[in-house]
């Protein structure tokens, strides 16, 4: 029996689901991401065991406060999170900035919303100083040292002795 010809269109098929499933699986790591980061917001606790993130949970009435006109909650977020909304972790770090922003600028500073906006602005920088490094430094000093010379030598050859002699 003759084997099957495939034609063009069964090829764009399989380099579609391909596609599909990377993004699928891109989508499903950032969600993942953005998730454990959100759960370690909602866990942050005062020294006496109160949760910091309570006054952020859902927006103050927007009646009674007309200034928050660009504003977000945590709601609002976790909705984004499960609706897949967010096509990067650099969104979501926006929306945590802007939430945390808002709050430190509604709220008057002594009052415990701020107070608490302030705390959990400190968790969000600790956090976020290495996630938002931006790899094309390292990937451009990993080429610097790959093809630095000594005396017509390649000095990536040193980092492979010491390596392979540990």
Not at 3 to 23: L, P, Y
Not at 97 to 103: D, K, M, P
Request: charge should be negative.
């Amino acid at each position: 029996m003759p084997k099957r010809v495939h034609s063009a269109s069964d090829r764009d098929d399989i380099n579609e689901s391909t596609n599909a499933s990377k993004r699928t699986r891109k989508a499903v790591e950032l969600t993942n991401l953005c998730q454990e980061f959100y759960d370690g917001i909602r866990a942050c606790k005062t020294e006496d065991g109160r949760i910091l993130c309570e006054n952020f949970i859902r927006l103050p009435n927007k009646r009674a406060n007309a200034d928050h006109s660009n504003s977000i909650d945590l709601t609002q977020i976790q909705q984004k999170i499960h609706s897949d909304e967010y096509t990067s972790f650099e969104q979501f770090l926006d929306d945590i900035e802007l939430l945390l922003n808002n709050a430190k600028t509604f709220y008057r500073k002594n009052s415990t919303e701020w107070k608490d906006a302030n705390e959990l602005s400190k968790y969000f920088y600790s956090k976020t100083k290495f996630e938002s490094i931006d790899t094309y430094y390292f990937e451009e000093f990993f080429t610097a040292i790959y093809n630095a010379q000594i005396d017509d030598r390649p000095i990536v050859d040193i980092f492979l002795f010491f390596y392979l002699h540990e």
